[in-house]
């Protein structure tokens, strides 16, 4: 390691950072600033001292009509927000649904406000709430009772969903759909 590189990684080091996170500010081996560690007698930090809903908040930030945009890690496909803590990865939006409820959501946890991606507590749903929403939106429009069976046979009682619109479909019907492409 280079004499300019040695004094920064010390000073670093004595502030308290992770050999990781100094190995990534200054561009050095992370083992390299390991042994320094170990001859300066320092002890490690801890891995993640931080609770995942605390490093949470310091992933968002706040947009107009009680919004909050994620500014931390993204799925690579979807795009969606995630967060990985002590080895896990998370959706923002479960960590979001876990601060507002004290609860894990059931199924997949998503915004409800119409603005994609937000993770507001207040604005995350669960399946059952989407769900009792949209049924509650069904009756205000005025649509007509769900069938007891789809075409197919399915319960709509276990395999029933409705879209956001309250249009309703058979979730086993639309699984299979995207199992076998050819299925009716």
Request: hydrophobic share 30%.
């Amino acid at each position: 390691m280079n004499p300019a590189k040695l004094g920064a990684t010390r000073d670093l080091l004595t502030a308290g950072l992770s050999n990781s996170a100094i190995a990534r500010q200054l561009r050095v081996d992370k083992h390299d600033v390991a042994l320094l560690r170990q001859e300066l007698g320092l002890p490690n930090t801890p891995a993640q001292p931080l609770t995942v809903e605390q490093k949470w908040r310091l992933r968002v930030r706040d947009l107009p009509g009680g919004h909050l945009a994620w500014t931390g890690e993204r799925q690579r496909t979807s795009g969606t927000p995630v967060m990985r803590h002590s080895g896990r990865c998370y959706t923002a939006a479960r960590i979001a649904f876990r601060i507002k409820h004290g609860t894990d959501p059931q199924g997949y946890a998503a915004p409800g406000c119409g603005t994609r991606h937000c993770v507001a507590p207040e604005h995350i749903d669960d399946l059952p709430r989407r769900q009792r929403d949209r049924a509650a939106l069904r009756l205000v429009l005025g649509s007509p009772q769900r069938p007891t069976h789809c075409r197919r046979g399915h319960d709509q009682a276990e395999d029933g969903q409705l879209l956001p619109d309250g249009t309703a479909y058979c979730a086993r019907c639309s699984a299979d759909r995207k199992q076998s492409p050819t299925a009716p």
